[in-house]
T-cell receptor, first 114, second 110 residues
Framework: KAGVTQTPRYLIKTRGQQVTLSCSPI?????VSWYQQTPGQGLQFLFE???????NKGNFPGRFSGRQFSNSRSEMNVSTLELGDSALYLC?????????????FGPGTRLTVT | GIQVEQSPPDLILQEGANSTLRCNFS?????LQWFHQNPWGQLINLFY???GTKQNGRLSATTVATERYSLLYISSSQTTDSGVYFC????????????FGEGTQLTVNP
């Protein structure tokens, strides 16, 4: 069974631009979660989508948004990029949306904002 | 929210040594996972262990849910074990998915 895939793997953007990251979950998994990893803040939960609905959201500004499609693929969008948005963005999938299902992570998208 | 503390923050070993990594958490949880982050950033699942003991080769883990801690044991360490080990927990209906600790940076020297 294929693992979680993320595209693109690397991105370089300029301050003020917007960016869209994509995540395809493991086949059969219906929950997709997004996390941000930075040296200063560590790994932080952004939001989760299940059955095309956002179920949970972390403490991030409204510039960070996402969506999920009927095939469970998810996209994450960051508008008006800031230097502090430079990070590794990780996507995880699980079968269910509650706290008893193991999460599996993709390889990540490394975003650099200049 | 739940607080997760990992210790030690850094660990340097000689190849062949054994080690124990600890994860303390501040509230009851429904999910606890251990991960190894490889040099390219991917989180590799080691254990899904909200309670009890599991073993996988040279690695084993124990979670004592009533006392809110988990231990990851690495025996006969190899240089390929180097990297960052994360503990992450989750509590149902908390409004969040995994909350991560700050990690243990393990370096295994030949």
């Amino acid at each position: 069974k294929a693992g979680v895939t993320q595209t693109p793997r690397y991105l370089i953007k300029t301050r003020g631009q917007q960016v869209t990251l994509s995540c395809s979950p493991i086949s059969g998994h219906r929950s997709v979660s997004w996390y941000q990893q930075t040296p200063g803040q560590g790994l932080q939960f952004l939001f989760e989508y299940f059955s095309e609905t956002q179920r949970n959201k972390g403490n991030f500004p409204g510039r960070f948004s996402g969506r999920q499609f009927s095939n469970s693929r998810s996209e994450m969008n960051v508008s008006t990029l800031e230097l502090g948005d430079s990070a590794l963005y990780l996507c995880a999938s699980s079968w269910g949306a509650w706290g008893t299902y193991e999460q599996y992570f993709g390889p990540g998208t490394r975003l650099t904002v200049t | 929210g739940i607080q997760v503390e990992q210790s030690p923050p850094d660990l340097i070993l000689q190849e062949g040594a054994n080690s124990t990594l600890r994860c303390n958490f501040s509230d009851s949880v429904n999910n606890l996972q251990w991960f190894h982050q490889n040099p390219w950033g991917q989180l590799i699942n080691l254990f899904y262990i909200p309670s009890g003991t599991k073993q996988n080769g040279r690695l084993s883990a124990t979670t004592v849910a009533t006392e809110r801690y988990s231990l990851l044991y690495i025996s006969s360490s190899q240089t390929t074990d180097s990297g960052v080990y994360f503990c992450a927990v989750e509590r149902r209906a908390s409004g969040s998915r995994l909350t991560f600790g700050e990690g243990t940076q393990l370096t295994v020297n030949p």
